[in-house]
């Protein structure tokens, strides 16, 4: 996410941060699959990455930020404060995207190697459509650990990276956490992605816990 030098400089000045529109939304949608084209999600096509984006929106628990330079968006920050934040999507478009995950399947080769990585996410999303209680797998364990605000994906596009926008996205969301009185933030990234770690450690986040998957950061909000 964090692995090119910046083309040339950029007045901070310019960068305007932004509550997540209807507007943003196609346009957020193209960036997440161009900076997260090594992960799953950005494998899932627009139609998936646009309803993904939109639960970010005019949600009393989830969040969605952009950054923009002169109308262009150039960075996103989604975040939540719900310890399922995806329950009310799967169960809201459940049919929709059951189509979308089969045709992404059909047609991508990285979704039909990495699907398998996937399935405590089909059990969440078969859970809360059905309404049943969900299990606790791991994962879920896991996450009942976690602090009650957390970000969850973070992208700048390429040209734009190392220019400070990625610290203006994440100080935003945090100054928005402790005006709702939250004390702690925490995130996750794989533990492949050096510079991410690196990033968050420098923008003053703690590692929280780590493990064979993914590396949990924590940061106080004073």
């Not at 220019?163 to 794989?190: D, P, W, Y």
Request: hydrophobic share 35%; proline share 4%; aromatic share 14%.
């Amino acid at each position: 996410m964090l692995n090119k030098e910046p083309q040339y400089t950029l007045d901070t000045s310019d960068i305007e941060v932004d509550i997540l529109s209807p507007y943003y939304i196609p346009e957020v949608a193209q960036l997440y699959e161009e900076v997260f084209s090594d992960h799953f999600l950005g494998h899932m096509g627009q139609g998936f990455l646009r309803l993904f984006c939109a639960q970010f929106m005019n949600s009393p628990t989830n969040y969605g930020y952009v950054a923009k330079n002169k109308g262009r968006i150039i960075g996103f920050v989604f975040g939540t404060i719900d310890g399922r934040p995806f329950s009310r999507f799967y169960r809201q478009n459940f049919w929709k995207l059951v189509f979308l995950v089969m045709a992404r399947y059909v047609k991508d080769d990285y979704v039909r190697k990495h699907i398998k990585s996937r399935r405590s996410y089909i059990s969440d999303a078969l859970n809360s459509f059905f309404r049943r209680r969900p299990r606790r797998s791991k994962r879920s364990q896991e996450r009942s650990l976690f602090t009650p605000a957390r970000i969850l994906a973070i992208g700048v596009a390429p040209n734009f990276r190392g220019l400070g926008i990625a610290n203006r996205l994440t100080g935003h969301f945090c100054s928005q956490m402790k005006q709702e009185g939250i004390k702690k933030v925490g995130l996750s990234t794989l533990p492949w992605n050096e510079r991410a770690i690196r990033f968050y450690q420098k923008d003053g986040w703690t590692v929280e816990k780590s493990s064979d998957s993914s590396v949990s950061f924590m940061r106080s909000i004073i």
